[in-house]
């Protein structure tokens, strides 16, 4: 099989990339590396990538004009691309309505820019990484609904999310073969996640021992997935493409459980063996006050379940 793999060079892509790769896959890898650029003191993941021999890397912005060039070259190269599992995006929620120009160009035009690609190429499978921000304050838990049906982002990234899930379902309705899957994350943890996030936070201030910010009461939650749990779901969807009536198939990538921000700071801080400091800062109107994934539709249609508990992979993390 040969899958293109956007954001190769990110936490999730190049995780993805890297499982692929052990089944013996044939993976093209698509950065621009902006995020290198922009974080230098992050792990390079896509050097690595380089050296296998079934990985086909293309530093290039999906909002190129070049891309669709590059993918058919590769495609006659490779005999075919049977999938595209799109991770590419600029990430984060907090302060994304301060640079909505920047998120729109990336996140939805980038996506359309790539499923224009995939339609003149004949790329008829497209798996795409969403987010549970685009459930907003809806009831807990957050069940699957198409787009169409959902409230109202809190962020403008999860604005982007939810424009980018509805180029998505259009694509896939354009094409007659044509076969998508929205993978909506929530969030997503694990070694070499982005440090702006709230474990890399905590763990730098504890270890430093300087007071910890924390948002609010510290009340609102989250439904934590370790990365080796978000990676099988994406394997287990890119083999079940076909078997899905829809057109487009939504699914919740979560464990189940929420944990609020001060039971996290708790666990990091065993962890570490500190005693926490915090320092109240004021709620930011972007964030969500609670994230819960129902899971029922991915353990039936996807056989999947998060099997690594949140104290077992913060062990994991701080192991490393």
């Known amino acids: 099989m040969v899958v293109c793999v956007t954001g190769a060079g990110g936490f999730i892509g190049s995780a993805v990339a890297r499982a692929l790769l052990r089944r013996n896959e044939q993976v093209i890898g698509i950065d621009n590396l902006s995020a290198r650029k922009n974080h230098p003191h992050a792990k390079?993941?896509?050097t690595p990538l380089?050296?296998?021999?079934?990985?086909?890397?293309?530093?290039?912005?999906?909002?190129?004009?070049d891309l669709t060039a590059c993918l058919l070259e590769l495609q006659r190269t490779l005999g075919g691309i049977d999938a595209i599992c799109h991770f590419a995006a600029k990430p984060g929620v907090r302060g994304s309505h301060l640079h909505r120009a920047e998120y729109d160009s990336i996140n939805v035009d980038g996506t359309q820019a790539l499923l224009n690609a995939a339609k003149s190429i004949g790329i008829t499978k497209v798996l795409f990484a969403s987010s549970s921000c685009v459930y907003g304050n809806g009831n807990l838990p957050f069940v699957e609904v198409s787009p169409s049906q959902l409230p109202q982002a809190l962020s403008h990234y999860g604005w982007t999310k939810i424009q980018g899930e509805l180029l998505i379902e259009h694509w896939a309705k354009s094409m007659p073969e044509a076969k998508a899957i929205v993978l909506r994350f929530f969030s997503v943890y694990g070694e070499d996640m982005r440090t702006d996030l709230a474990i890399p936070i905590f763990r730098e201030h504890l270890l430093s021992g300087?007071?910890?910010?924390?948002?609010?009461?510290?009340?609102?939650?989250?439904?934590?997935?370790?990365?080796d749990d978000v990676v099988h779901a994406v394997l287990l969807a890119s083999d079940r493409f076909l078997n899905f009536g829809s057109p487009t198939s939504f699914f919740n990538v979560g464990r189940g459980s929420s944990t609020s921000t001060l039971e996290l700071l708790n666990m990091v801080a065993h962890h570490l063996g500190c005693k926490p400091k915090v320092a109240?800062?004021?709620?930011?109107k972007e964030e969500m006050s609670a994230t819960l994934a129902c899971t029922k539709k991915a353990s039936k249609e996807l056989d999947f379940t998060a099997e690594r508990s949140l104290s077992d992979g913060?062990?994991?993390?701080?192991s490393v």
Do not use: K
Request: proline share 4%; glycine share 6%; hydrophobic share 35%.
């Open 50 to 65: 380089l050296d296998h021999p079934n990985f086909h890397g293309l530093e290039l912005d999906i909002r190129s004009d």
């Open 210 to 227: 300087a007071a910890v910010p924390i948002f609010g009461n510290g009340e609102d939650s989250r439904d934590y997935t370790h990365i």
């Open 44 to 46: 390079d993941q896509w």
């Open 280 to 284: 109240r800062m004021q709620s930011n």
């Open 314 to 318: 913060l062990q994991l993390m701080f």
